[in-house]
């Protein structure tokens, strides 16, 4: 219906367009991976010979251990943070009406805009004025601080399509409010907030101006890389980065099939009882 | 969750009060409670609280930072705005100059990209939209260091494409890498999606009946785009634009991998002053301005856009 102030052309036009821009957007991942599969220490195109060994490299060093442990200790404390705080605070931006809303709502979207190296050397700034050693610890809070914002806006979205009257109508039939919260806010609530934690997780994950500034001694994968990329290239870069790459769209498509299931049960359901 | 039927009351109530004891001392206290118990503040007071923590708290730190003597670690050592004489005597001006321009650049580039791609997701291609949205959301997780060392690897001489171009056309395009063009695109790439995805929510706000009237009543294409989209459109794109203007405004990582030493963006600079060069009151001095500039953008166009209407489509 909506496609049909478009001619056939323009179609084909915005097809090749959009996959133009595809193959832009996923042209340096390829090249990463392809990095990763060549046998030479230097990388080369065409490759002349193939081999897997830098991967046997990655998953036996006890290096790369640590800085795996440290990047999904940091992204998992985040996620768990973030989404508790980001569900009560979309609350407040978009369910319910008071004084000072609108002020709440702007401020909050200030440290999304913000310069993230700026903001990880104010934050060092501020350890170091407060006597707070650096660690990993530091980081989730530095991440926090831009991930609370973005999180908050994600389920917000979801909020706004939510309406009052339904616990409103649970209430009059008698649940109490835990109830209430249990059995319609959050069912309701859930995609948004699903949807808030997973990109908690990932932009975390894959976070490096913050880190760089507020992990101290401790390292997360992409902050590693940058070292090695920008001194002491080894070809665990691009097999490590690969590895980076491929952890994300997986869990990504995860979500995605269970998004997909979820609602497919849903809709099965609601036929079968209507 | 019962918690607005309460509020409501305790606003009905405490407008009666307010009626009756206005001239009384400490109204402002009992309102200020008043507030706080409202659900609004309440659900949104933890969040409030660590970004007064973690933003607020900084920024105020940087501010009073930029203030003291260059070279110098504590704030006891009295103020003096010799660190902003500095910057503007010494040149500063063309790190400000090269981010303002290059985000400029970026933010054209963008719209000219991400146009046709939104107005193909959202009009066109409506069913396949939330599966192109997820193969253009997956590049955003994977940290942005890791990409542009793949855009490094595809230009560098013997890289991908110019390997490819050797190969196959038999040309020499191996000086791509370490220029002002591949900054610009290592910039375009990055902020994509801020600026498509604002695109997508303020192109989803154009009702199709309104174009289809349009159309019925003789508008062109041209015209359909300057009279109806582009107007309607027009809070998203504001929001995509003011988003990559201002990340690419504070852009680091772009300009060192991408563009070699060609070019030094103003976010160099401070972090340089804050860790090679060991000045912090400089460093401040730098981010207190970019903040300054960035920071009045923000607000002129924030304030003319309504954020309801918008995220809620109402």
Redesign the interface.
Request: net charge neutral.
């Given at each position: 219906m909506s496609a049909m102030s478009t001619s056939r052309p323009m179609k084909w036009l915005l097809a090749v367009w959009i996959g133009t821009v595809l193959v832009f957007l996923y042209l340096p991942m390829a090249a990463i991976a392809l990095a990763s599969f060549s046998r030479q220490r230097y990388f080369r195109f065409p490759i002349p010979r193939f081999d897997t060994r830098w991967y046997e490299d990655a998953f036996t060093s006890l290096s790369v251990r640590d800085l795996l442990w440290t990047s999904l200790t940091v992204a998992a404390i985040v996620t768990v943070i973030s989404v508790v705080l980001a569900f009560l605070g979309a609350l407040a931006f978009a369910r319910y009406d008071w004084k000072g809303r609108s002020v709440y709502q702007k401020l909050l979207l200030l440290p999304i805009f913000f310069p993230q190296a700026v903001l990880g050397l104010a934050l060092l700034l501020w350890y170091s004025a407060l006597g707070i050693p650096t660690s990993w610890m530091t980081a989730v809070f530095a991440h926090l601080v831009w991930i609370l914002p973005i999180a908050t806006l994600v389920i917000s979205i979801q909020v706004y399509g939510f309406n009052p009257a339904w616990e409103e109508a649970a209430r009059d039939l008698g649940a109490s409010r835990w109830q209430v919260f249990r059995e319609v806010t959050l069912p309701i609530l859930w995609p948004g907030i699903f949807s808030g934690a997973l990109f908690s997780f990932l932009l975390s994950w894959g976070n490096f101006p913050l880190s760089l500034f507020t992990t101290g001694a401790d390292s997360t994968i992409p902050e590693w890389l940058y070292s090695k990329m920008v001194s002491g290239y080894t070809p665990l870069v691009p097999t490590l980065g690969t590895l980076t790459v491929v952890g994300a769209a997986l869990l990504l498509l995860g979500a995605y099939t269970v998004i997909m299931l979820v609602r497919r049960s849903r809709q099965a359901r609601a036929t079968a009882e209507g | 969750?019962?918690?607005?039927t309460d509020?409501r009351s305790l606003e009905s109530e405490l407008e009666d009060s307010g009626h009756a004891r206005r001239a009384q001392a400490g109204g402002a206290a009992a309102r200020l409670g008043a507030?706080v118990k409202?659900?609004?503040?309440?659900?949104?007071g933890?969040?409030?609280l660590?970004?007064a923590l973690?933003?607020v708290?900084?920024?105020l730190?940087?501010a009073a930072?930029s203030l003291i003597p260059p070279k110098t670690f504590d704030l006891s050592g009295g103020w003096t705005t010799q660190n902003y004489v500095d910057i503007v005597t010494e040149s500063y001006w063309i790190s400000f100059a090269w981010s303002f321009g290059l985000a400029a650049v970026t933010v054209v580039c963008l719209l000219a990209?991400c146009y046709?791609?939104a107005?193909?997701m959202t009009?066109?291609?409506?069913r396949a939209a939330s599966l192109?949205t997820?193969?253009?959301?997956?590049?955003?997780?994977?940290?942005?260091?890791?990409?542009?060392?793949?855009?490094?690897?595809?230009l560098?001489k013997?890289?991908?494409l110019?390997?490819?171009a050797d190969?196959w056309l038999g040309i020499d395009i191996s000086g791509l890498l370490y220029t002002v063009p591949a900054i610009v695109l290592g910039l375009v790439?990055v902020y994509?999606p801020f600026m498509l995805f604002p695109m997508v929510l303020g192109l989803s706000m154009v009702p199709?009946r309104l174009?289809?009237a349009a159309?019925d009543l003789g508008a062109s294409r041209w015209q359909?785009f300057r009279e109806v989209e582009l107007p309607l459109a027009m809070p998203g794109i504001l929001i995509g634009c003011?988003?990559t203007f201002?990340?690419a405004?504070?852009?680091?990582?772009e300009s060192?991998?991408l563009g070699g030493s060609v070019v030094v963006m103003i976010?160099d600079d401070?972090?340089s002053a804050?860790t090679f060069a060991q000045n912090?009151p400089k460093?401040?001095a730098l981010?207190v301005l970019?903040?300054v500039l960035?920071?009045g953008l923000?607000f002129a166009v924030?304030s003319r856009l309504d954020?309801?209407k918008i995220?809620?489509?109402?």
């Open positions: - | 969750m019962a918690l607005d509020a507030w409202q659900p609004g503040p309440l659900l949104g933890p969040l409030m660590f970004l973690g933003f708290g900084p920024l730190l940087v930072f990209v046709p791609l107005y193909a009009k066109v291609f409506g192109l997820l193969l253009l959301v997956i590049p955003l997780f994977v940290s942005e260091n890791i990409r542009l060392f793949g855009w490094v690897l595809s560098v013997g890289g991908v110019p390997g490819a190969l790439y994509l199709d174009r289809e159309i359909l003011l988003l201002i990340l405004l504070g852009s680091l990582a060192k991998i976010a401070i972090e804050f912090w460093g401040a981010s970019l903040m960035a920071g923000i924030l954020l309801d995220l809620g489509r109402g």
